[in-house]
């Protein structure tokens, strides 16, 4: 497993990355890489410990423990079913909150 380090201070929160995915991706192959984000928490995550993450340039996912937020100063309250979007060349990212299936 690769572990890499990334200062969320560095960087803004947007509101247009879901709408970046889903112009990149189209809306179906958005939704299941959202899915799949949603699952891969399902299987690997820790309930309210882990939140996954979705690299907007590439589809790529992953998880990354809550902490590493809040020590940032994001001033999020963590809820079942969302995922982080990150875009590293824009430095941005925007907290997705997906529905129920």
Do not use: H
């Not at 970046?20 to 820790?46: H, P, S, T, W």
Request: glycine share 4%; net charge positive; with cysteine.
């Amino acid at each position: 497993m690769k572990t890499i380090q990334i200062a969320f201070s560095q960087y803004q929160s947007a509101s247009f990355l879901w709408s970046e995915l889903i112009q990149d991706y189209g809306f179906d192959k958005a939704r299941k890489i959202v899915c799949q984000a949603l699952d891969l928490q399902k299987m690997n995550g820790k309930k309210n410990y882990t939140m996954p993450i979705i690299f907007s340039g590439t589809g790529g996912l992953a998880l990354i423990p809550i902490q590493i937020l809040e020590k940032e100063d994001f001033k999020i309250s963590y809820k079942e079913n969302q995922v982080l979007i990150f875009n590293i060349k824009r430095k941005s990212f925007q907290i997705l909150n997906e529905t129920a299936k």
